[in-house]
T-cell receptor, first 108, second 113 residues
Framework: KNEVEQSPQNLTAQEGEFITINCSYSVGISALHWLQQHPGGGIVSLFMLSSGKKKHGRLIATINIQEKHSSLHITASHPRDSAVYICAVREYGNKLVFGAGTILRVKS | EAQVTQNPRYLITVTGKKLTVTCSQNMNHEYMSWYRQDPGLGLRQIYYSMNVEVTDKGDVPEGYKVSRKEKRNFPLILESPSPNQTSLYFC????????????FGPGTRLTVL
């Protein structure tokens, strides 16, 4: 079992839909990141979380430390949101573990 | 403009021919790291550096070397590349490790024949 599991692996949505991507991890962590990888390959950091909830524009990220679970929500999705979304956790001791990514396609 | 640059962006080489991929950041970040990305395996950390002259291994350091002689530069060295090092490589930097926003370079696509 991978230490970081993302679901779903693939997601197709219609423009305007509310989208949720989930990340579950099995170890104790000190921080969790959500990254976005564009179709051209570039990677952008969206959020860093150690507790609670963060919001940036149409994106919302939450984390539940007790349940070892984080979610990334996209409200009013748009075709430009089409990308791969990657969850990454920093374990205690500096080890980094990445999820396999969720491929999101938003159709107009 | 704040950025992380990598060179080259694309490289095709042959087994055993030493190569260096450069990484440079202009944000005065202390933390820099290298990752490789492979289909089905995702991103994996190769090496990281907490500051000048301080480097440490990540998950997949075999076959790679790094150095951090200046704060802004963190080159990745493949002394004797092999085909299993064909991959997409990313450099990243941040103010202080993974408690801060990570800034990624554009990636270097390496093919070793």
């Amino acid at each position: 079992k991978n230490e970081v599991e993302q679901s779903p692996q693939n997601l197709t949505a219609q423009e305007g839909e509310f989208i949720t991507i989930n990340c579950s991890y099995s170890v104790g962590i000190s921080a969790l990141h959500w990254l976005q990888q564009h179709p051209g390959g570039g990677i952008v950091s969206l959020f860093m979380l150690s507790s609670g909830k963060k919001k940036h524009g149409r994106l919302i990220a939450t984390i539940n430390i007790q349940e070892k679970h984080s979610s990334l929500h996209i409200t009013a999705s748009h075709p430009r949101d089409s990308a791969v979304y990657i969850c990454a956790v920093r374990e205690y001791g500096n080890k980094l573990v990445f999820g396999a990514g969720t491929i999101l396609r938003v159709k107009s | 403009e704040a950025q992380v640059t990598q060179n080259p962006r694309y490289l095709i080489t042959v087994t055993g021919k030493k190569l260096t991929v450069t990484c440079s950041q202009n944000m005065n970040h202390e933390y820099m790291s290298w990752y490789r990305q492979d289909p089905g395996l995702g991103l994996r950390q190769i090496y990281y550096s907490m500051n000048v002259e301080v480097t440490d291994k990540g998950d997949v350091p075999e076959g790679y070397k790094v150095s951090r002689k200046e704060k802004r530069n963190f080159p990745l060295i493949l002394e004797s590349p092999s085909p299993n090092q064909t991959s997409l490589y990313f450099c990243a930097s941040s103010l202080g490790g993974w408690y801060n926003e990570q800034f990624f370079g554009p990636g270097t696509r390496l093919t070793v024949l």
